[in-house]
T-cell receptor, first 115, second 114 residues
């Protein structure tokens, strides 16, 4: 069955430090992969997506993610974290069936940023 | 991406009552989805709503508890019926992008059942 694992429930980094959030997926076919961010009291905002092609994808707010098929991973990175990046981050895999993409989400990683 | 609004943004309801949540999109979309996010949890898909057809429910969700309407290409409603405290969650609607691959989410409705 398709699934997404985010091993880190909470991560705390200092402002200006680099960040990597881990995501592993289980899916038999070529995956469609996504990272979303949910700020407190907000809905989900799409940070970036991977469908095919270049395995390093750039997103909004200075985020990037790298797809590694051999490791079934799609880790999110940012070289320098800002206090406003404190939020919950969700990795998702899209299961394309019946003409549309059903999203399966990981449990999320809550990011705290220390000044 | 489409601009999505939801009403109400939050509500506190008594157990045994029902609440209807509205989702409005500023452009016509084929696919709309409803998700539930229980406190401290991830998102779980409740159902997919296509205009002009019955909603398709995921395992564990039934129409009697979560009836959905999709009267046109810009609007949908989700009703949470006969509520219990376990229904306290954030309910989010989403729509597909032009490629039918990514989804864009509304701001959510925070429901508390007492």
């Amino acid at each position: 069955a398709q699934s997404v694992t985010q091993p880190d429930i909470h991560i705390t980094v200092s402002e200006g430090a680099s960040l990597e959030l881990r995501c592993n997926y289980s899916y038999g076919a070529t995956p469609y992969l996504f990272w979303y961010v949910q700020s407190p009291g907000q809905g989900l905002q799409l940070l970036l997506k991977y469908f095919s092609g270049d395995t390093l994808v750039q997103g909004i707010k200075g985020f990037e993610a790298e797809f590694k098929r051999s490791q079934s991973s799609f880790n999110l990175r940012k070289p320098s974290v800002h206090w406003s990046d404190a939020a919950e981050y969700f990795c998702a895999v899209g299961v394309f069936s019946g003409g549309y993409n059903k999203l399966i989400f990981g449990a999320g990683t809550r990011l705290a940023v220390h000044p | 991406s489409a601009v999505i609004s939801q009403k109400p943004s939050r509500d506190i309801c008594q157990r045994g009552t029902s609440l209807t949540i509205q989702c409005q999109v500023d452009s016509q979309v084929t696919m709309m989805f409803w998700y539930r996010q229980q406190p401290g949890q991830s998102l779980t898909l409740i159902a997919t709503a296509n205009q002009g057809s019955e909603a398709t429910y995921e395992s564990g969700f039934v129409i009697d508890k979560f009836p959905i309407s999709r009267p046109n290409l810009t609007f949908s409603t989700l009703t949470v019926s006969n509520m219990s405290p376990e229904d306290s969650s954030i309910y989010l609607c989403s729509v597909t992008g032009t490629g039918y691959l990514e989804q864009y989410f509304g701001p959510g409705t925070r429901l508390t059942v007492t």
